[in-house]
């Protein structure tokens, strides 16, 4: 691609790193933006959220809620609470405050089947580390999935009485633990090697250990003060209310295309057990029929690595003719690159100068998987506001973004690529 300068309102007060993992406390009820709701999140701020282990109800002792602040006074008892609902796959986000020596956990894809949660959900730790002498890289650390995995190098946990933030992503057998914004654990729960971890583990004599397909989240009642605010989560299972699918899994309906060499769609595009596959030859694109103006849009994408890397790309709020290539913002799926920005015939757009370059710009890190594995792009577009999302991390945004209503195009660019799951959900004006 060839590089030239664009209209750029570009600024110096740029949201530090682009916002990624920054940990800012989850807004939540009635203050949860449209954003938000569309990505799926619910908030757990009130006592109906939650129920004791084994209980009909909220814990009559021990625990309270309070401001949005679940906290657990020492010695209270009460118990373990969990989430009234079960998660196949799923994102948790919190913050969290122990005190010195304390002891929590948060324990996920818990059942009933035992005599505590933790004899069936893993764990992510809550600890004072300091208070208990250990490392951070132990593994019954801060962050470390308990007795399983220790955290990674570069781990930072604040100090007792101090907010922590944590979160879970459990998504296709890839889980990941995140603390005060920093991964610390990412492994696979479906294969093997966690079934060998689980046999070498105390855990080995409780059937159904961190097999379950589903569950509650808890919290754990360890005898200890600890307290939770911002409590969130959203499935990663199923779909988000207001969804619309762009691609229904069984044809090119809604869709049209536009190619070189008077190529034609069907020649280009197929659908294959539900994935749409693009042939990447000749260049052009296929897209929506319908403009769309505020979304958040969700897709998953891989290449096939017996034909090996490639390139291609969303192209958002395409407006114009089509061409080879029309006005956009597009959302780069190169790879290696995915999460980059590119702008197509001089998109108004305001990015981080420090990784602009005439009219590229870098990701902040690479997150994507393995070559024949799926990725997944969450994208969000609200007013002058576009954010790009790659496996659950932010890598790009720009603002000051053409608002414009426009096409959404998935681009055939000399490889083959598959597309599934692709659905938005559009946002108010």
Not at 197 to 207: G, H, L, R
Not at 219 to 244: A, F, I, K, N, W
Request: charged share 25%; with cysteine.
């Amino acid at each position: 691609r060839d590089l030239h300068s664009f209209p750029t309102r570009r600024s110096s007060d740029l949201v530090a790193a682009c916002g990624v993992l920054a940990g800012v406390p989850a807004r939540m009820g009635a203050d949860m933006s449209a954003v938000d709701k569309a990505l799926g999140w619910v908030a757990l701020d009130n006592p109906a959220a939650w129920r004791g282990y084994k209980q009909a109800g909220f814990p009559e002792k021990g625990w309270s809620l309070k401001d949005g602040v679940l906290s657990h006074a020492a010695g209270g008892g009460g118990g373990d609470v969990m989430t009234a609902e079960q998660y196949e796959d799923f994102e948790f986000e919190t913050e969290f405050k122990v005190a010195p020596k304390a002891n929590s956990g948060i324990i996920f894809r818990v059942t009933e089947k035992h005599g505590a949660t933790w004899q069936t959900g893993p764990e992510f730790q809550v600890l004072d580390d300091a208070g208990h002498g250990l490392k951070p890289t132990d593994p019954h650390a801060c962050g470390a999935l308990y007795d399983l995995n220790a955290p990674m190098d570069g781990k930072v946990s604040k100090a007792a009485g101090e907010w922590n933030t944590a979160r879970i992503r459990l998504y296709r057998g890839l889980l990941q633990h995140y603390l005060n914004g920093v991964k610390v654990v990412e492994r696979r729960v479906d294969d093997g090697a966690w079934k060998d971890a689980i046999a070498k583990s105390k855990f080995k004599d409780y059937e159904g250990f961190g097999v379950m397909p589903r569950g509650h989240i808890a919290l754990q009642d360890h005898g200890d003060e600890v307290s939770y605010r911002g409590m969130r989560v959203r499935s990663l299972s199923g779909s988000v209310p207001g969804e619309v699918a762009i691609f229904n899994g069984k044809d090119l309906s809604g869709l049209t295309a536009h190619l070189n060499d008077g190529g034609k769609m069907e020649e280009v595009w197929t659908v294959r057990d539900g994935v749409l596959v693009c042939r990447g030859t000749p260049a052009g694109y296929i897209r929506t029929a319908r403009d769309f103006k505020n979304y958040v849009l969700r897709l998953e994408w891989r290449f096939d690595p017996a034909k090996g890397a490639g390139n291609s790309g969303v192209l958002l709020r395409m407006v114009g003719p089509d061409k080879v290539w029309p006005k956009s913002v597009e959302a780069q799926l190169h790879s290696g690159n995915a999460g980059d920005f590119w702008n197509i015939d001089n998109y108004v757009m305001t990015t981080d100068p420090k990784r602009t370059n005439g009219r590229n710009t870098k990701k902040t890190h690479g997150n994507e998987r393995p070559l024949g594995e799926w990725n997944q792009y969450e994208i969000i577009v609200n007013g002058g506001d576009v954010i790009l999302r790659v496996n659950g991390e932010e890598l790009n945004r720009a603002t000051g973004v053409e608002a414009n209503a426009g096409k959404i195009c998935f681009q055939s660019e000399g490889a083959e690529i598959h597309f599934r799951n692709i659905v938005l959900v559009p946002l108010p004006e």
